[in-house]
């Protein structure tokens, strides 16, 4: 028998808000337990929630990139459960009218080809805290900072046959919601993190199979090992004769395997009902507008204008818009007139080593177009070799400064002066006759080294065209 597998995704995404879904607290992470809340998120009796607008804002911006329905009039429901890091014992969540439903996200494989899957909703809701567990000395301490952080929560239909399409699809959500500026989307500080409904059965075959759901997965690697663990598992069960069960299952990172958590309850068992602390949430026609007008070009429409505009390679356009600060200053380096094969150039080398010298994003770093712009005009122009430009980058990456300044202060400015150049290469000459005899002996080699120990007599601040030139016009003397 062929099997198929059937995978549905549910996505938390924290909201980068500053601050949280139903209070004014600080969504910061990584701050001293227990420092950041306040009655509401520790769901003191009395305590009124009242919604951060910014979260809808956020949720509906991503709702738009997902191709989604935004709902006009939604609400809030109360979704109870007791567990102790929910103090409220309900999480205020959306289930009859959530805020947007029926998206579609096409997306590209690694290997080659496209792919649609139905998003069957997107809801907000808030976070629950976090259980710290000392194994020393047996005792759970609870930290409710992430109380209330704000999430949203990303439904897929399910759609999708592979782990591959599972991450590629993920990629391309992390993208998008980058590019929004409305999550941060790392994985492995908990932004983001994934539900993995699976379930198998004989190709061909229309009707679903008995599904499982394997709760918070954080990484790639997990996400596909899970993937591929569970269809084995199922299928291995039901060829033995068995048959799964609906249930909740951990993905063990150590064992390598998926094990039983829990029955799968029902909507039913959570006695959802609205919240009548909030009210519905009705957004009007001019609102939604404004929020249009503020979505900016996404990566995927860059890409595609890159390669038409500037002639950039598929593999240039991607890295080049991986990230929004990287595509930004790429533009703006061009707009002020940097050749953008270039601007190009520069960004995917010594600036993206600079990146990953110093563990930074492109949006923290300190160089601005203008400062990229000058250095490679420099570089055209002659007035500094690429090897010091580089070097100035370097010393301005973090910092921030202005290049010319730099340049001079640091006596950087490239040697054009011919005469200081014909001396230097005299000085190499007398030094070394015996590589000009080599070199009339056709050893072709002692060109490079003189050229080499001239530079070098330059203190590498001469232009390597320059003095190649010098060499061969010495030599020719000779
Ligand atoms: P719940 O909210 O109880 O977890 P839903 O029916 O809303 O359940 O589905 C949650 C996720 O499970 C969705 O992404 C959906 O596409 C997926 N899913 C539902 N049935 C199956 C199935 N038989 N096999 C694989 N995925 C499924
Ligand atoms: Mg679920
Ligand atoms: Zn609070």
Same mark, same amino acid.
């Given at each position: ?159 999708? !046959? +592979?782990? @591959?399409?599972?991450?590629? $699809? ?6 998008? %919601?980058?590019?929004?500026?409305? /999550? =941060? ?76 958590? !829990? +029955?799968? @309850?029902?909507?039913?068992? $959570? ?6 602390? %909030?009210?519905?949430?009705?957004? /009007? =026609? ?193």
């Amino acid at each position: 028998m062929i099997w198929e597998t059937v995978i549905g995704l549910e996505t938390h995404v924290e909201l980068s808000t500053r601050t949280k879904i139903f209070c004014a607290c600080s969504t910061r992470f990584g701050g001293a337990p227990n420092t950041q809340c306040c009655p509401v998120c520790a769901g003191l009796p009395g305590a009124l929630p009242v919604l951060n607008e910014g979260v809808l804002t956020y949720a509906v911006k991503a709702a738009l990139v997902l191709g989604c329905a935004i709902t006009r009039r939604s609400r809030f429901d109360r979704k109870n459960y007791f567990y102790p890091d929910l103090p409220r014992a309900y999480q205020i969540s959306q289930l009859y009218c959530p805020i947007a439903r029926d998206g579609e996200v096409t997306f590209s494989l690694p290997a080659g080809g496209h792919r649609t899957i139905r998003i069957h909703e997107l809801h907000m809701e808030d976070d629950a805290g976090k259980l710290i567990h000392n194994p020393e000395t047996g005792r759970t301490s609870i930290d409710y900072n992430r109380c209330g952080v704000p999430l949203i929560e990303i439904v897929t239909e399910p759609d999708f !046959r +592979t782990g @591959e399409e599972v991450t590629a $699809y993920l990629e391309t959500l992390k993208e998008r %919601l980058q590019y929004l500026g409305v /999550s =941060d989307c790392r994985m492995q500080e908990g932004s983001l993190r994934c539900d993995v409904n699976l379930s198998v059965r004989p190709q061909g075959s229309t009707a679903l199979g008995t599904r499982t759901e394997m709760k918070n997965l954080s990484s790639f690697r997990a996400i596909l090992r899970a993937i591929a663990f569970e269809s084995q598992r199922q299928i291995a069960l039901i060829e033995g004769g068995g048959q799964v069960v609906q249930e909740t299952r951990r993905w063990d990172e150590d064992q390598n395997a998926s094990l039983p958590m !829990r +029955t799968k @309850e029902n909507a039913q068992d $959570y006695r959802y009902f609205p919240d009548p602390d %909030l009210p519905p949430i009705v957004l /009007s =026609d001019g609102w939604l507008a404004r929020l249009w007008a503020e979505m900016p070009e996404l990566a995927e429409a860059k890409r595609d204008r890159y390669r038409a505009q500037f002639g950039l390679s598929e593999a240039d356009c991607k890295t080049l818009t991986s990230q929004r600060a990287l595509a930004e200053l790429f533009e703006q380096t061009a707009a002020l007139g940097t050749p953008p094969k270039q601007a190009a150039n520069w960004l995917l080398g010594p600036v993206l080593a600079q990146c990953s010298a110093h563990g930074l994003e492109a949006k923290d770093m300190r160089i601005t177009p203008q400062m990229l712009a000058r250095l490679i005009a420099l570089v055209q122009t002659g007035g500094l070799n690429r090897s010091t430009a580089i070097e100035v980058l370097a010393a301005l990456f973090t910092t921030g400064g202005d290049v010319d300044a730099y340049v001079s202060e640091h006596g950087l400015n490239q040697v054009c002066d011919a005469d200081l150049v014909g001396e230097a290469v005299e000085r190499v000459f007398a030094a070394n006759p015996k590589s000009i005899t080599d070199y009339w002996a056709g050893k072709e080699k002692a060109l490079g080294f003189l050229v080499g120990q001239t530079m070098r007599a330059l203190h590498d601040r001469a232009s390597p065209q320059a003095v190649q030139a010098a060499v061969r016009k010495k030599l020719r003397q000779n």
